[in-house]
């Protein structure tokens, strides 16, 4: 099994990103999260992965990038960051992680 790298063009960008609603606007989170998710595929970005605490305050994504300029110009687009400052205080806090795929998950008997 190849796994991919950070020289491997296949393998492009992958990120986690958590991301805590400010409290008391878990709903304005969401919906603002809905908007610039949607924003990805013409910076070449996918969601892999989105999953939600069981109290809807956090979310975590897994977004892959094709190059790290497609990420580049997600942070800049125009259209996220109108969507980010009509939030607000309502505006929610994320942490970027930049990962790599270790491959396949080992289970424990």
Do not use: N, W
Request: charged share 25%; hydrophobic share 40%.
């Amino acid at each position: 099994m190849t796994l991919p790298s950070e020289k491997s063009p296949s393998a492009g960008l992958i990120l986690v990103a958590v991301v805590e609603m400010a409290p008391g606007h878990a709903e304005a989170g969401q919906r603002y999260e809905d908007a610039v998710l949607g924003l990805l595929d013409r910076h070449g970005g996918v969601v892999e992965r989105r999953l939600r605490g069981t109290d809807s305050a956090t979310e975590v994504h897994v977004i892959r990038f094709r190059s790290r300029a497609g990420y580049e110009s997600f942070m800049v687009d125009p259209d996220r960051l109108t969507c980010r400052a009509g939030l607000g205080e309502a505006a929610p806090t994320t942490r970027v992680i930049e990962v790599r795929d270790l491959g396949t998950p080992v289970h424990g008997s």
